[in-house]
């Protein structure tokens, strides 16, 4: 069994920026991919990017790409998602999840995913 415990959400003004962690326990996750995913209130779940725990290699959704950064901490079973200029549209609460499958396809698939965290809010301010 996987636990994600996403942290590092809060309150700030738009342009700023946030740093989200998801500390994952329960296995190593050397092999996984791991994601992050975003809903906004009134929305669906979207796909936000994921990372391939062993090579680091990453893929984003179109609008996240050069405002987002996805990133690993083997050592420390974790993975962060760096945001940079935050938009009021960023609100939403954003969401960590595994694919323990070794060296799978990288999904924008939320069905890809059998393991999620509780979700850490986002509120960005205008």
């Known amino acids: 069994q996987v636990q994600l415990v996403e942290s590092g959400g809060g309150l700030v003004q738009a342009g700023g920026s946030l740093r989200l962690s998801c500390a994952a326990s329960?296995?190593?996750?050397?092999?996984?991919?791991m994601a992050w995913f975003r809903q906004a209130p009134g929305k669906e779940r979207e796909f936000v990017a994921v990372?391939?725990?062993?090579?680091?290699?990453?893929y984003y959704a179109d609008s996240m790409k050069g405002r987002f950064t996805i990133s690993r901490e083997n050592a420390k079973n974790t993975v962060y998602l760096q945001m940079n200029s935050l938009k009021p549209e960023d609100t939403a609460v954003y969401y960590c999840?595994?694919?323990?499958?070794?060296?799978?396809?990288?999904?924008?698939?939320?069905?890809?995913?059998?393991?999620w965290g509780q979700g850490t809010q986002v509120t960005v301010s205008s």
């Open positions: 999840a595994a694919d323990p499958l070794p060296y799978g396809a990288m999904s924008q698939r939320e069905s890809r995913y059998p393991y």
């Open positions: 329960g296995r190593a996750m050397s092999t996984y991919n």
């Open positions: 990372i391939r725990m062993s090579s680091g290699t990453s």
